[in-house]
Structure formats: C-alpha cells, structure tokens
C-alpha cells in the first residue's frame, strides 16, 4: 500500500502537522502544546481533580505527572486538598496560568477558524463523521481481533 493513500499515514502526518504547528506558536510564549492542551483542560473556575486530568485528555499518568511538575514550577498551577475527600487534590489555574490558558484558546479558535473557513460545512461534517467511524471501529476492537486477515 502506497503511504499517499494509507489512511493512518494521513491521520499521523497530519497531526503530526498540527502538533508542530501548535508547539511552534506555544514555544513563542515559553510554552508547549503539552502543557497549552492541560491549561485547557483544567476548569476555570473551580479546578479539576488530578485522577480526571489524565483520563479526559487520554494521557499516561506519568506524562501528566512530570507536565504538571513542570507547570507548577512555572506558576501556571498549584495543587489544593479536596476539601470532601482528603486523600485527592485539584489542580487549580493560578492567575499566571489562566493568562496562558487564554492563550491557548485563542490559538485554538484561531486555527479551526481559518481551517472552518476554507471547507466547506459539508466537508467538515464528513470529516466528523469519518473520524467518530474509525473511533467507533477501534473502540470496538472490529480492526484486530480474531478474525484478522492472515499475511497473503
């Protein structure tokens, strides 16, 4: 199969695209994309607990750790006790980090502004509807499983 018309080729290279794209607006502020994806993750208002960072950006515990490590470090975050449950923290937005999550969002908007821009509504709901398939296909297991086609 040729990569021009393998489609994880495409989805890989594509954000791979994106992702370096991303890092290089965030690098101008003294930032990564890493770290712009957790501030926009992390409530507003009233923070988030740390147990449900990682499974709502569908990050490893150890690469959230040392992001957060870091981030504390720059003053984007501080971690308070859970006044109902001792034993869990939240991550809360200092004012620092909630200058740069304001940031993040702009870039964000900005780019699916200018990517709404130039398709067409159609073309952006088939992208949807393509990408939530091969969402559902994995999820499913229906890609590898028993049945796998053996190597001709």
Known sequence: MQKETSIDHTL?????????????????????????????????????PSTALG???????????????????DGLICREKNPEDGRSVFIKLTNHGKEKRE???????????????????????????????INQLIAERSIFNNSERKAG
Do not use: C, H
């Not at 791979?16 to 965030?26: D, G, P, R, S």
């Not at 990050?59 to 957060?68: C, D």
């Open 55 to 73: 499974p709502q950006m569908g990050m490893e515990p150890t690469s959230l750790s040392r992001i957060l490590k870091n981030m504390e470090d």
């Open 12 to 48: 890989r290279a594509t954000w791979q695209a994106v992702a370096k794209m991303y890092n290089e607006q965030a690098a101008k502020y003294n930032s990564t994309m890493a770290t712009a994806f957790v501030l926009l993750n992390i409530d507003y208002e009233n923070g988030t």
């Open 103 to 133: 940031l993040s969002k702009e870039s964000v908007l900005r780019f699916n502004d200018i990517v709404r821009q130039n398709l067409t509504n159609q073309e952006i709901q088939s992208f949807f509807k393509v990408t939530q398939k």
